[in-house]
């Protein structure tokens, strides 16, 4: 069983910008495939960005692409959402999202586990 604990959300302006992080507990050895999801009032969930830790490849949704970047600290077996030039748009409940073994399906990854999510807010 894996615990994921997000952190970070916030209310924002338009243009800014907020780090979230995903720690993971109990930590074990072995590759896992990390993700990020969104999910806004009225709207399905929606992967955002995908990084698998044993390759550090990533996959990123092209509505992001370019603002939101993911990042790995296995020593803090935490996982960061890097996200730049907020929009309107972005608002949503962010979640953390893992799963044992490679993102084989890149962004079509079906993970296992999730964190509870932290709330993302940008005004215009």
């Known amino acids: 069983q894996l615990e994921l604990v997000e952190s970070g959300g916030g209310s924002v302006q338009a243009g800014g910008s907020l780090r979230l992080s995903c720690q993971a507990s109990p930590y074990s050895y072995g590759t896992k495939c990390m993700g990020w999801f969104r999910q806004a009032p009225g709207k399905e969930r929606e992967v955002v960005v995908v990084?698998?830790?044993?390759?550090?490849?990533?996959y990123t949704a092209a509505s992001v692409s370019g603002r939101f970047t993911i990042s790995q600290d296995n020593s803090k077996h935490t996982t960061y959402l890097q996200m730049n030039v907020l929009k309107p748009d972005d608002t949503a409940m962010y979640y953390c999202a893992a799963r044992y073994g490679g993102c084989s399906d890149g962004l079509r990854t079906a993970f296992s586990y999730w964190g509870q999510g932290t709330q993302v807010t940008v005004s215009s």
């Open positions: 990084v698998a830790t044993g390759t550090g490849t990533t």
